[in-house]
């Protein structure tokens, strides 16, 4: 039998069932709201919301119509039977318009839920920004619930854990410094086997790029930096990678609301970035490093675009092909299709540039529908995924739509050029049985180009 | 009686109802910009004009942007809703000849079977959109008393407006609530969610802006 005898067809999937009435146990949540009491509540509620709004709150709440119409673009409302409470409005209505109502006079248990609705049900994707006919920008709200619920401490614990990993060592998953050298040395290593004389070029000052990559890769998946080692060898880029801290571009506290952790830690990369004086940052496959470099973090340091042109990953494949740096060997014979992540899709116009990418190195490209700008979320970027396994249930229920995008297109290769999306499109691979294959474009750029 | 309200709500309620509107309005912008100068500077550093323009036309252009396209009944109701709301009041002949005989102005008029079949329009798109409210859940979960009011006073000038029109018995009192109902609601527009006439052009440039300008990415 070709299939597992366990598949559930997906028509059958249960999506009644809302996931807030899941039994979620989150030891961070929990002391968290052990230690409101009302006044602090309403005194934080006060405070964030007068200090750090303004304009754009006002008017997103004032002239939104409730005409529900960015519900439709929610994957957690598609994939929860249309259950209203996940539309986007709908979780506004359950945090914000509450919390002004009532001027901040909330229970420690509204809190919690007001938690769980902006750290698990949301991932800040801004799908619903364009389904919204007046520009409302449903994320921002959102964040603005996190940045409250981070100053009452009521936040998911393993997301937490992952910022004082930030703030202690300036990287996301307390990868130590003898660590990350060894780490480098050792894929250098094994890369010499391959390409002799390749080298990872540690510290070098002056180079043209200094690649930055997210903290997991050291972490679990260094063949990552081995195979981007290879392609900037192959390429002839004059490159270099930080020895020392500041080599992570990644930023969880950007989705806890920890904003001054973000705020250190971006300042952190782009100083490093400065301290070997190269001309421009490259980064990894990663969109919600991209997002924080080059829309949040930079902003809420004052710049209003980055202080040193930052190229993802993508953008960077795209101007090796383009310039004959990278040729292709043998296109990759399978079909594949392209999952369009939300941060540098919607975040920075790079679907065309995937396009490219992809077309160059594949054989087959099967597009999924929706796509591009409007394709759905993968479920797991936003810190989502970040908040651990307590909710990766939340996780699967609340995007059982994407699997039905994804199995439609009949492709076993899928191409996710972004971390988050990436871990999260395995485990939705896994729990629908789909039996995907998920690759970085690295994965296939090795595999296909001429060395 | 009638006379001496009808003399009150055309002279100085109007005055009332029409100052009020603007001076509404003024104070919405006002205190809209006061706070993006004192706490949002950057937003203005972000506004695009192209991508303005960009995003308000594809939302003002029917079936111009995705979310229209998958609701077309919805898209149809709209976009006939907010033009008969706009351009019967101004255009039609009857309120034309009022503003001769007080300013000695007047303007271009709707053909008096269009004008009828537009006022009409007006309330039947508030009971698609009460219908609306009550049967999607998504939208009646998010709507509240105020909402189904408020297409009540939308609905209210135009129903007796029209009645005045085809002067049905009793039209004369009706007439005072035409005239009444129709300031209520101008007075009060700026200060409901009706105030979207005039910030929607704000809050749309801006996501245009931001979409285009600094995401590359449509917002339509
Ligand atoms: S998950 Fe995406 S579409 Fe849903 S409310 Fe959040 S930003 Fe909007
Ligand atoms: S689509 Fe926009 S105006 Fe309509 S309910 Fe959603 S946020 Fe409000």
Redesign the interface.
Known sequence: MAEPAEKTPLESIPLAEPATALPVADAGIEAGVQALTPRTIADTVRRVLGAE????L???L????????C???CHF?LSNA?D??Y?P??KI?HTLWELLKRKGQVSPEFIRQASLIAYTQCNMCRRC?????????VAYMISVVRRICRALGVTPLYLQDTVNSHSATHNQMWVKADEWVDTLQWQEEDARDEIPELRIPLEKEGADIMYSIIAPEPKFQAGLIYKAAVIMHVAGVDWTMPARPGWDNSDMAMYSGDYDIMGRIKRFHFDTAARLRVKKIVMGECGHAFRSVY?TGN?WLGW?MPPIETQHAIDFYYDLLTSGRIKVARKYEEPVTLHDPCNI?????L?EKARYVVNALCEHFVEMTPNR??NYCCGAGGGVINCGPPYKQTRMRGNSVKARQLEATGVKVLIAPCHNCHSGLEDISQHYHLGLEVKFLADIMYEVMEK | MIHTLYKLLSGPMMWLAVILFCAGTLYRLW???R??R???K??C??LSLRYSLR?LVH?LTPFA????R??PV?TVVSFAFHICLLFVPLFLLAHIVLWEQAWGIHWWALPDLVADIMSLVVPAACIYFAIRRIR?????????VG?YLLLGLIALPFVTGFYCRMQWPGYGPVMLVHMFSGQVLLATLPFT?L??MV??W???????SE?GA???????
Request: hydrophobic content about 35%; overall charge positive.
């Open positions: 709004t303004g304009a754009r006002k008017a997103y004032s002239t939104c119509t409730h005409c529900g119409l519900a439709q673009a409302y249309h209203p409470s539309a409005i709908g209505k920004a364009i389904y919204c006919p007046l520009g409302i920008d829309d902003r209003r899709v919607r975040g920075y116009g679907h700008e409007y | 205190t809209i910009f706070l993006v004192r706490k949002e950057f937003i550093s972000y995003s939302w942007s995705l979310n229209m998958l609701n919805m999607k859940p998504e939208v009646r979960y998010v709507t509240g909402d969610r105030s979207h910030l929607m704000f809050t749309r440039s801006y996501m245009g979409f600094v995401r590359h990415a449509r917002d339509y």
